[in-house]
């Protein structure tokens, strides 16, 4: 009997999870380019990271979101 290779299915996390997002996550979510989010970066218009896993930085969702609802692109404090 031969059977199929069975697909990997990665569970979505509930929403009152708040996890970590790289920069690919977040350029995925918001439709951006990488140069568009390290522009971003670059000109303090997103927020800094939350946490580092290990030398790669991590933003909250809770943060992005919140940094959306704000406005988005405006220079941050």
Same mark, same amino acid.
């Given at each position: 009997?031969?059977?199929? !290779? &069975? $697909? $990997?299915? &990665? !569970? &979505? /996390?509930? %929403? #009152?999870?708040?996890? @970590? @997002?790289?920069?690919? #996550?977040?350029?995925?979510? @918001? $439709?951006?380019?990488? /140069?568009?989010?390290?522009?971003? @970066?670059?000109?303090?218009?997103?927020? +800094?990271? #939350? %946490?580092? =896993?290990?030398?790669?930085?991590?933003?909250?969702? +809770? +943060?992005?979101? =919140?940094?959306? #609802? =704000?406005?988005?692109? $405006?220079?941050?404090?």
């Amino acid at each position: 009997m031969i059977t199929k !290779p &069975t $697909k $990997k299915i &990665t !569970p &979505t /996390p509930p %929403a #009152d999870v708040d996890v @970590l @997002l790289g920069p690919q #996550d977040i350029q995925g979510w @918001l $439709k951006i380019s990488r /140069p568009t989010f390290y522009r971003w @970066l670059g000109m303090k218009t997103f927020p +800094s990271h #939350d %946490a580092m =896993a290990g030398c790669r930085p991590r933003w909250k969702r +809770s +943060s992005v979101q =919140a940094w959306i #609802d =704000a406005g988005g692109t $405006k220079p941050v404090k």
